[in-house]
């Protein structure tokens, strides 16, 4: 599914009062569609969560992206760190 779809799908799924988050692996494109929540993960395109088999990596990924939900300053669009 294209980020301009998940972005839109967001978009409606926060209307309806549900807060969203997705993770980004095209900065630009976050930026310019301005999803509510989401998460730059500067890992190459088809591992939004990382290194295969790092099970770690891929955690720390996920609570990075979750603990967006916490926020309501939207849109958010925050790097992930590691």
Known sequence: M???TVC???AVVERAGVAT???SLLREVAQVIKPP???FAP???G???GAPDDAGLQ???IAAALALLERNDVP???????
């Open 2 to 4: 294209c980020q301009q």
């Open 8 to 10: 839109l799908l967001q």
């Open 21 to 23: 988050v997705s993770i």
């Open 37 to 39: 929540r989401a998460l």
């Open 43 to 45: 890992f190459p395109m």
């Open 47 to 49: 591992y939004p969560l």
């Open 59 to 61: 955690h720390r990924v």
């Open 76 to 82: 958010i669009l925050e790097e992930f760190k590691g």
